[in-house]
């Protein structure tokens, strides 16, 4: 079913399929990933200020934030590989 898509040529371009299959695999993550953040963000608001203030001391909470920057600059990393695989087609 997975056919190759071709460039101008003629010729198959496997890799653009494979690049695809990964950016729509990796954009999934990245989308869950900002739910869970979304939900994260939500239920921290819900806390009383006590709680809330004793929460994001944790090394946890600070592990979190981290990995949410990351996320952030992975996605643009997505988009930029996704690009050099569409590159020229010849």
């Known amino acids: 079913m997975n056919e190759a898509k071709t460039n101008p040529t003629g010729t198959e371009r496997p890799e653009y399929d494979r690049a695809e299959l990964a950016h729509s695999i990796i954009e999934s993550l990245l989308d869950h990933t900002r739910v869970v953040s979304d939900l994260i963000a939500l239920m921290a608001q819900a806390l009383d200020q006590d709680t ?13 934030l981290e990995s949410r920057r990351r996320m952030e600059q992975t996605r643009a ?9 569409k590159g020229p087609a010849d």
């Open 77 to 85: 990393e997505v988009e930029k590989f996704v690009e050099t695989m």
């Open 52 to 64: 809330t203030k004793a929460l994001t001391q944790t090394p946890q909470w600070q592990a979190y």
